[in-house]
Every structure is written in C-alpha cells, then in structure tokens.
C-alpha cells in the first residue's frame, strides 16, 4: 500500500540551529512530493514541491527539500530556524489518479 | 483575492443533529477535497471529487455525505451516524485533478456536544 512515513512526532530546536525533518515514502513508481505546514488552528501552506528533475528544491520561508530515490526519502531543511518556523509539518506523496497522501505530522518546537 | 473559504471557524451543535460545513474556492479548480484532523492522526481524507456532479469516498466517508452541484462549492454534512464528529475539517482543492498539489482552506471546527 501507497503509504508515507515521517518518523519523528515531535522535535524541538534552538533558535538559529539548523533543522532537518525526515520523510520516507512507499510507492511502486516515484511519486510526486510536498512539504506543508501548519500553525495552529489553521490551514495547511504548500512549502514546496518535487515533481521531477533537480533533486534539491527550493520552496518558500527559507525551506529546501532534498529527493532521494535510493532512499525513497524527501527530508525538509532549513539552515537556521526562526521562532515563526514553530508548526507542525507534514510530507505528502502522489501517484496516479489517486489523493494525496500525507505523513502523520512533525510538530516542531522552538526554544531560545 | 483567490482562495478557498470554509465557514464558519468554529461550529457547535448538539448530538444526534446533522450539519453541514461550506467550503467554497474561487481558484477554478477543478478537483475539490474534504480532510478530517484529529490530534496526532494526521489528515485522513473522509471525501474528494474531481469533477461537477462526481465525487469518490475516501478513507472515512462513513458518516458524512457531499454534493457537488457547482464547481466552486463542495459542502460536507456530518450527519447523526458519525459517532465521533467532533474534530477539525479541513477543505482543499487541486487543479487538474488529484495528482497536483492542493491548496488548503482555514478549517471548520466543529464540537458536537
């Protein structure tokens, strides 16, 4: 089954450290792949997208996602993370005339 | 402005009441999706539909109906048989169908009491 698996529940970083959420997904071909995140009691924003080409993909807010086919991953980073950045982020994947499908969430925390 | 609009934010009603959340999207998109958030489940996706007059069940139809008579609106009704209806329902649409990235709308948060 089509399936996407994002590891940590919960993670919390220091203001100004670097970040990395994991993805890993469970398709038959490449799927396509997103980022989204979540403030509280609100909806979800599209952070970026991979739908072919450059594994490396640029998306708003400072955010970068990085492709790996042998892996079957698609982790988010960040370079240096702000006290804004504190949301919950979900990884999603799709493949044919199918919905997406979306990871159970990491919820980030920032601290000073 | 473009966008999707779910309303109202927060909706109260009394068990054994059917109620109906409105999402509405001025983006012409064509495929249109209703999720159900519950702390620590992610998005499970209780409806979608890709075209006007058709939509699909999804994970967690049971409960819930939809319509789809204009290409704007897809409103959901959590009816009496929804046993736990309390939750965050998230609205989204796509264009071209489902394989492209979805845009979300602000939620409806419904307690049933």
């Known amino acids: 089954a089509q399936s996407v698996t994002q590891p940590d529940i919960h993670i919390t970083v220091s203001e100004g450290a670097s970040l990395e959420l994991r993805c890993n997904y469970s398709y038959g071909a490449t799927p396509y792949l997103f980022w989204y995140v979540q403030s509280p009691g609100q909806g979800l924003q599209l952070l970026l997208k991979?739908?072919?080409?450059?594994?490396l993909v640029q998306g708003i807010k400072g955010f970068e996602a990085e492709f790996k086919r042998s892996q079957s991953s698609f982790n988010l980073r960040k370079p240096s993370v702000h006290w804004s950045d504190a949301a919950e982020y979900f990884c999603a994947a799709v493949s044919g005339n199918t919905p997406l499908v979306f990871g159970k969430g990491t919820r980030l925390s920032v601290i000073a | 402005d473009g966008g999707i609009t779910q309303s109202p934010k927060y909706l109260f009603r009394k068990e054994g009441q059917n109620v109906t959340l409105s999402c509405e999207q001025n983006l012409n998109h064509d495929a249109m999706y209703w999720y159900r958030q519950d702390p620590g489940q992610g998005l499970r996706l209780i409806y979608y539909s890709q075209i006007v007059n058709d939509f699909q069940k999804g994970d967690i139809a049971e409960g819930y109906s939809v319509s789809r008579e204009k290409k704007e609106s897809f409103p959901l009704t959590v009816t009496s048989a929804q046993k736990n209806p309390t939750a965050f329902y998230l609205c989204a649409s796509s264009y071209g169908g489902t394989s492209y990235e979805q845009y979300f709308g602000p939620g409806t948060r419904l307690t049933v009491t």
């Open positions: 991979y739908f072919s080409g450059d594994t």
